[in-house]
């Protein structure tokens, strides 16, 4: 009889948790989107995937992500500007953004942060400088063979890999490597920008341009020409090339890295080849009411009023450039210089800008000649020195770039800045969203404040890195949503990072820094890295300025973000191996994304690419394939139009790289009919 009675009860037991499934299972899609997630933090709808292969595929529904995106109020990875709706790649893109974002900011939070992972891959060629796009996606790297030099775009998150995408020949080594996403001709694209030194008709024989290091003077600049290379490459035609769904190996994405007989799909188009008159100091990009900008600063002539200029092109014009002469400000009586005044005619130049599309300003970074002195530190006697004053100024733009000409114009407003070493190099952090154009997908950070303008100032003597934060301010304006301008009048020091006795580098970021330190001794182009530091800013304000920018409210997490660790600067390991290499082969190249807490770095004279993750990204789930097929409703579309599916080529990936896996072929329960690589996919129709 006890026996019968378990038997019953394990029958009523066994019957109810199947109405409940079932229940559970006629859930509409609409009515768990609309009416039950809104109420659901990450760590829920995370544990409802767990329960069974319905909430499974609702789990992973878009709008859900989608939503959880619009609530975050941390920094985000940008979202790409050809993310289209409908297509497959958005059943998770939203996903990895929301679990990029979060994971980074807590890992950053940390005392001290940890390596995600690691991967590498091989560049081919040596590689001579990089450029990580927002997001974390692409790589633009600067790479050369014996005798010839590229350009090279590669994509860092295909399920099987890294690997190239294109690559372009260029006249010489390229400098100042800069890559943005922007607007084209009203098309979204990635805008490659660099410099290049060529030598004249007649020059020496002996001397190679592009044997000099990106910082190098060249002595003779009558028989050296510099050049402005502008080149982009259209988003729609790098989806063709960069789908998940495409193996990387295939014939036709070969075929189509490489240019097409009618230029329909080649990546690299050159847009702009401009000579400049003088050496150059530093490369911009930058939009202007959509329209995209590249900027130059250019020494002053040979004349005995010369100036330093800005050079500034609009790209979609390049044979008209325009021409912004930087006039002297006049500052007023400071007795920390220990002269009454700063002169017009004392010696100047402009050593870093960052352009204010909003305001049609620009904002430059002045050093000033103001005099000499006796330097007690150097071995010979009586050695002088210069004495350098710094100033931030503002200046208008021109209102009409695409007309050229030349414009003067006196800076509006400046402010003395007293560093105490002497300055090499200068970094005034760009807003990753300038105009912040896909705001329906984050409409909390375009309601928020701009950032504040960091700028980093790397010294000689002492060897540190100096830290100020340009705060915006509320303009007075009649309009319900609120604006800021930046005007110099909240200037705040935030930290000095005393790198001794290495010398310290910073790559900017607008909300996380990188800072590296190579060994003092080494002055060869490829130093040796002695420490990787993650950097926090403090965001120190003045009293009568509250601006909150240290958000610990978590609205789709059930806690909060830890608080702001005290030590802002914290050594970062990469590993005994990572660091050893480093150390003994030097580092040629590195590049760093705010965004996803991702760093690529490249040992001297290499061509292996190391990439460190800092942040975790949810990668697609080759289960979504299979329950997708095999469920009813509404999770048996494939897509068959689009060809292919991004889980096949993970699983493919995997099998070739795990022998374990080799039985767990595609081919046994995937119908391979719709061939990705088939010449219907890049028909003319």
Same mark, same amino acid.
């Given at each position: 009889?006890?026996?019968?009675?378990?038997?019953?009860?394990?029958?009523?037991?066994?019957?109810?948790?199947?109405?409940?499934?079932?229940?559970?299972? #006629?859930?509409?899609?609409?009515?768990?989107?609309?009416?039950?997630?809104?109420?659901?933090?990450?760590?829920?709808?995370?544990?409802?995937?767990?329960?069974?292969?319905?909430?499974? !595929?609702?789990?992973?529904?878009?709008?859900?992500?989608?939503?959880?995106?619009?609530?975050?109020?941390?920094?985000?990875?940008?979202?790409?500007?050809?993310?289209?709706? /409908?297509?497959?790649?958005?059943?998770?893109?939203?996903?990895?953004?929301?679990?990029?974002?979060?994971?980074?900011?807590?890992?950053?939070?940390?005392?001290?942060?940890?390596?995600? /992972?690691?991967?590498?891959?091989?560049?081919?060629?040596?590689?001579?400088?990089?450029?990580?796009?927002?997001?974390?996606?692409?790589?633009?790297?600067?790479?050369?063979?014996?005798?010839?030099?590229?350009?090279?775009?590669?994509?860092?998150?295909?399920?099987?890999?890294?690997?190239?995408?294109?690559? +372009?020949?260029?006249?010489?080594?390229?400098?100042?490597?800069?890559?943005?996403?922007?607007?084209?001709?009203?098309?979204?694209?990635?805008?490659?920008?660099?410099?290049?030194?060529?030598?004249?008709?007649?020059?020496?024989?002996?001397?190679?341009?592009?044997?000099?290091?990106?910082?190098?003077?060249?002595?003779?600049?009558?028989?050296?020409?510099?050049?402005?290379? +502008?080149?982009?490459?259209?988003?729609?035609?790098?989806?063709?090339?960069?789908?998940?769904?495409?193996?990387?190996?295939?014939?036709?994405?070969?075929?189509?890295?490489?240019?097409?007989?009618?230029?329909?799909?080649?990546?690299?188009?050159?847009?702009?080849?401009?000579?400049?008159?003088?050496?150059?100091?530093?490369?911009?990009?930058?939009?202007?009411?959509?329209?995209?900008?590249?900027?130059?600063?250019?020494?002053?002539?040979?004349?005995?009023?010369?100036?330093?200029?800005?050079?500034?092109?609009?790209? %979609?014009?390049?044979?008209?450039?325009?021409?912004?002469?930087?006039?002297?400000?006049?500052?007023?009586?400071?007795?920390?210089?220990?002269?009454?005044?700063?002169?017009?005619?004392?010696?100047?130049?402009?050593?870093?800008?960052?352009?204010?599309?909003?305001?049609?300003?620009?904002?430059?970074?002045?050093?000033?000649?103001?005099?000499?002195?006796?330097?007690?530190?150097?071995? %010979?006697?009586?050695?002088?020195?210069?004495?350098?004053?710094?100033?931030?100024?503002?200046?208008?733009?021109?209102?009409?770039?695409?007309?050229?000409?030349?414009?003067?114009? #006196?800076?509006?407003?400046?402010?003395?800045?007293?560093?105490?070493?002497?300055?090499?190099?200068?970094?005034?952090?760009?807003?990753?969203?300038?105009?912040?154009?896909?705001?329906?997908?984050?409409?909390?950070?375009?309601?928020?404040?701009?950032?504040?303008?960091?700028?980093?100032?790397?010294?000689?003597?002492?060897?540190?890195?100096?830290?100020?934060?340009?705060?915006?301010?509320?303009?007075?304006?009649?309009?319900?949503?609120?604006?800021?301008?930046?005007?110099?009048?909240?200037?705040?020091?935030?930290?000095? !990072?005393?790198?001794?006795?290495?010398?310290?580098?910073?790559?900017?970021?607008?909300?996380?820094?990188?800072?590296?330190?190579?060994?003092?001794?080494?002055?060869?182009?490829?130093?040796?890295?002695?420490?990787?530091?993650?950097?926090?800013?403090?965001?120190?304000?003045?009293?009568?300025?509250?601006?909150?920018?240290?958000?610990?409210?978590?609205?789709?997490?059930?806690?909060?973000?830890?608080?702001?660790?005290?030590?802002?600067?914290?050594?970062?390991?990469?590993?005994?191996?990572?660091?050893?290499?480093?150390?003994?082969?030097?580092?040629?190249?590195?590049?760093?994304?705010?965004?996803?807490?991702?760093?690529?770095?490249?040992?001297?004279?290499?061509?292996?690419? %190391?990439?460190?993750?800092? /942040?975790?990204?949810?990668?697609?789930?080759?289960?979504?394939?299979?329950?997708?097929?095999?469920?009813?409703?509404?999770? %048996?579309?494939?897509?068959?139009?689009?060809?292919?599916?991004?889980?096949?080529?993970?699983?493919?990936?995997?099998?070739?790289?795990?022998?374990?896996?080799?039985?767990?072929?595609?081919?046994?329960?995937?119908?391979?009919?719709?061939?990705?690589?088939?010449?219907?996919?890049?028909?003319?129709?």
């Amino acid at each position: 009889m006890a026996f019968d009675n378990d038997a019953l009860a394990y029958k009523a037991h066994n019957s109810n948790s199947q109405s409940l499934n079932s229940v559970a299972a #006629t859930i509409p899609l609409d009515i768990f989107v609309d009416n039950i997630s809104p109420y659901l933090h990450v760590e829920d709808i995370l544990a409802l995937r767990r329960v069974n292969k319905h909430y499974f !595929h609702l789990t992973h529904e878009p709008l859900i992500w989608k939503r959880f995106l619009q609530q975050l109020k941390i920094p985000l990875p940008p979202i790409r500007p050809t993310l289209n709706y /409908s297509v497959r790649s958005s059943d998770y893109e939203y996903e990895q953004l929301v679990s990029r974002a979060i994971s980074l900011e807590d890992n950053w939070r940390k005392k001290k942060p940890i390596v995600y /992972s690691t991967m590498s891959f091989d560049a081919c060629l040596e590689v001579l400088d990089m450029k990580l796009l927002p997001g974390g996606k692409y790589l633009i790297a600067s790479i050369r063979d014996d005798y010839r030099f590229f350009i090279a775009l590669y994509h860092l998150d295909h399920p099987s890999g890294p690997h190239i995408l294109a690559r +372009c020949q260029i006249s010489t080594k390229a400098y100042q490597l800069q890559a943005k996403y922007m607007t084209y001709k009203r098309k979204p694209v990635i805008m490659i920008a660099y410099l290049c030194r060529e030598l004249n008709e007649g020059g020496p024989a002996n001397i190679d341009p592009a044997k000099f290091a990106n910082n190098a003077t060249v002595d003779l600049p009558a028989q050296i020409t510099h050049f402005l290379n +502008c080149v982009h490459v259209d988003l729609s035609t790098l989806d063709l090339l960069a789908g998940a769904h495409r193996d990387p190996t295939g014939f036709e994405t070969t075929k189509h890295k490489l240019l097409s007989s009618n230029n329909r799909y080649k990546p690299f188009m050159p847009v702009v080849r401009l000579p400049l008159e003088t050496p150059t100091a530093q490369l911009s990009l930058y939009s202007q009411s959509g329209v995209a900008h590249a900027s130059v600063i250019q020494q002053a002539k040979p004349e005995p009023d010369g100036q330093d200029y800005l050079v500034i092109v609009n790209i %979609e014009h390049p044979h008209l450039p325009c021409q912004l002469i930087c006039q002297p400000y006049v500052y007023p009586d400071n007795l920390h210089l220990n002269v009454n005044y700063l002169h017009p005619d004392m010696q100047q130049w402009v050593k870093a800008v960052r352009h204010l599309p909003e305001q049609n300003q620009v904002l430059i970074w002045r050093t000033i000649v103001t005099g000499q002195y006796s330097d007690p530190h150097h071995p %010979e006697p009586r050695r002088l020195v210069k004495r350098h004053a710094h100033g931030i100024e503002i200046l208008d733009m021109p209102n009409k770039t695409h007309e050229g000409g030349i414009t003067f114009a #006196t800076p509006r407003a400046g402010r003395l800045v007293l560093p105490v070493g002497d300055v090499q190099v200068i970094h005034m952090t760009d807003d990753v969203w300038p105009s912040h154009e896909r705001s329906d997908l984050a409409p909390q950070a375009s309601l928020q404040p701009p950032p504040p303008i960091s700028v980093y100032i790397e010294m000689m003597n002492p060897h540190c890195i100096d830290h100020l934060h340009i705060w915006p301010e509320k303009a007075r304006t009649p309009e319900t949503k609120p604006s800021y301008i930046y005007n110099l009048r909240n200037i705040t020091k935030q930290t000095r !990072h005393d790198a001794r006795p290495d010398i310290g580098h910073v790559l900017p970021g607008v909300f996380r820094s990188l800072i590296y330190t190579t060994g003092s001794t080494d002055r060869t182009a490829t130093p040796f890295l002695t420490s990787l530091r993650r950097y926090i800013s403090p965001e120190f304000q003045h009293n009568n300025y509250p601006l909150e920018r240290v958000q610990r409210h978590s609205a789709v997490e059930r806690n909060n973000y830890a608080r702001m660790p005290y030590n802002v600067y914290t050594k970062l390991e990469i590993g005994p191996e990572a660091t050893a290499r480093y150390r003994d082969h030097g580092l040629g190249a590195i590049a760093w994304d705010q965004t996803t807490g991702r760093v690529c770095l490249t040992t001297g004279g290499g061509s292996i690419i %190391e990439v460190i993750d800092f /942040s975790y990204a949810a990668l697609p789930d080759e289960r979504f394939l299979d329950w997708k097929m095999t469920s009813p409703g509404g999770f %048996e579309r494939i897509d068959q139009e689009e060809g292919g599916n991004e889980f096949v080529v993970a699983r493919r990936a995997r099998s070739k790289r795990d022998p374990d896996l080799e039985g767990l072929g595609v081919d046994e329960d995937v119908d391979m009919d719709t061939d990705t690589d088939s010449d219907d996919y890049f028909s003319d129709t």
